[in-house]
């Protein structure tokens, strides 16, 4: 978050500099920001700024998909005439273990349909979740820990 914000300062600079405050010139200073980081940073051995904006992209673009995927389970579940599910909350264990990161995953979690986060306990180790079909919580288990957690893991660290 903080190379975002220097990054956009160095874009405003940008803009200061050449003197003309359009938007293209914003964005073209960010651009030349984004990669004058990139340069820095690849030679300090961080993290590469582009690097981490393509891993939050993959996040977002895993919540998207799980967002349709999630949204079609439960609309096929309330409509059928025989509504088959088993309500339940379970507990999820957590990897993650910054505030940051913590509260990101119970919203991807509670933003998706048929799901929601309850609460976190005192001790910041588990997640306790609401599912509108618990029949199998290993599985909700495993698909949370592989898909959202992973990637917010990859993304922040």
Known sequence: MILFVFNLMLAIVWVAITGSASFINLVFGFVLAAIALAIVRSSYGGVLYL???????????????????????????????????????????LAVDRDFEIALLANLITLTPGTLSVDVSDDRKTLYVHALDCSDPDAIRHSIANGFERRIMEAFR
């Not at 904006?53 to 579940?77: C, D, G, P, Q």
Request: net charge positive; no cysteine.
């Open 51 to 93: 690097g981490r904006v393509r891993r939050i992209v993959a996040l977002l673009t895993l919540f998207l998909s799980e967002l349709v995927k999630s949204a079609w389970a439960v609309s096929v579940a309330v409509m059928s005439p025989k509504m088959d599910v088993k309500p339940g909350i379970f507990a999820f264990p």
